[in-house]
């Protein structure tokens, strides 16, 4: 992979002497402010230079991208880009013209020189650092770069995994190099700053997904516990009166008279209430009404009769 950042690498090498020539001409051409100013035969050498030696380094990069399994799409993308920029017929006069042309100049240079042959990527694709690099902010691109992400981290399986995928690219994201006072469009925001509030929106999001997940998980387990309960065919108040007997009579030994209200009603539920409340079922077991009572005697005098046919 190509180090973007080499400071001993001075992109016009790769360009011709006559360009070179041509573009010191252009700067200090006196008040020049735009390609207008300029004496016409200086312009149409030095935009007939450009398109030369442009057109020709992107043929070359089609060409040792012809095998190449990443990033078709960007690639096709700058190739139209590239090549409209040098019909533009409003290059003429605008005011910021070589500082355009020196940037793309630059960014085909380093296009060229990306490893083609090295289809192994580690995080984030080579043309894509690049971009990243030379701030290449544009809405294409800023889009694609979205996109990009947002479909590694939708292929993770749950929210926390997906969580985990964006902060991972979001902290590499972080660590790539910027060329400092680099930027495709001036009038825009950095390409940095476009992503990282991508990020933050990307992370509300995922945050508010991971939310209904988790209650999701929490209303499944309620519903599998609600299968597994033992359903009585009497109310909650015989229920505290019974348990509440068993307690005291010493059929079911516990820390306390809390402990196992909390431990047995957790396990049933009634036909009128999938749902029992330890606590109210114990509380209503001390003020039972005498109808309960009754019913609750009826019980045991049937299971007394039913234990002595066994």
Same mark, same amino acid.
């Given at each position: ?65 012809? &095998? $190449? *399994?990443?990033?078709?799409?960007? @690639? %096709?993308?700058?190739? #139209?880009?590239?090549?409209?920029? +040098? /019909?533009? =017929? ?96 001036? &009038? $825009? *925001?950095?390409?940095?700053?476009? @992503? %990282?509030?991508?990020? #933050?929106?990307?992370?509300?999001? +995922? /945050?508010? =997904? ?101």
């Amino acid at each position: 992979m190509t180090n973007f950042t080499e400071d001993h690498y001075d992109f016009m090498n790769s360009y011709s002497a006559e360009l070179k020539e041509l573009l010191v001409a252009a700067a200090v051409f006196p008040n020049t402010k735009t390609l207008q100013g300029m004496k016409d035969d200086i312009f149409v050498a030095l935009m007939a230079r450009i398109r030369e030696e442009l057109l020709a380094k992107l043929e070359q990069v089609n060409v040792y991208t012809a &095998n $190449y *399994p990443h990033s078709k799409p960007i @690639i %096709t993308m700058l190739t #139209q880009k590239l090549t409209a920029f +040098l /019909d533009d =017929e409003q290059l003429i006069y605008r005011t910021d013209f070589y500082r355009r042309i020196v940037y793309r100049l630059e960014l085909v240079s380093k296009l060229e020189r990306i490893d083609w042959n090295d289809h192994d990527i580690n995080v984030y694709p080579p043309v894509d650092e690049l971009l990243i690099y030379m701030n290449y902010n544009s809405k294409t691109y800023t889009k694609h770069l979205e996109n990009w992400l947002a479909k590694r981290i939708e292929d993770q399986p749950n929210p926390k995994a997906k969580i985990e995928q964006m902060n991972f690219y979001k902290k590499v994201f972080s660590q790539l190099h910027i060329k400092p006072e680099t930027i495709l469009y001036e &009038n $825009y *925001p950095p390409l940095t700053e476009l @992503i %990282t509030r991508w990020f #933050q929106y990307e992370a509300e999001y +995922l /945050d508010s =997904e991971l939310e209904l997940f988790k209650q999701r998980e929490i209303d499944q387990i309620i519903e599998q516990n609600e299968q597994l309960l033992v359903e009585l065919g009497v109310s909650a108040d015989i229920l505290g009166l019974l348990l509440r007997a068993a307690i005291d009579a010493g059929v079911i030994v516990s820390k306390s008279m809390t402990s196992a209200f909390k431990e047995i009603v957790s396990k049933v539920r009634t036909k009128a209430k999938d749902r029992l409340s330890p606590q109210a079922v114990r509380t209503r077991s001390y003020g039972a009404e005498t109808v309960d009572k009754e019913i609750a005697r009826s019980i045991l005098k049937k299971m007394d009769k039913l234990i002595d046919g066994y």
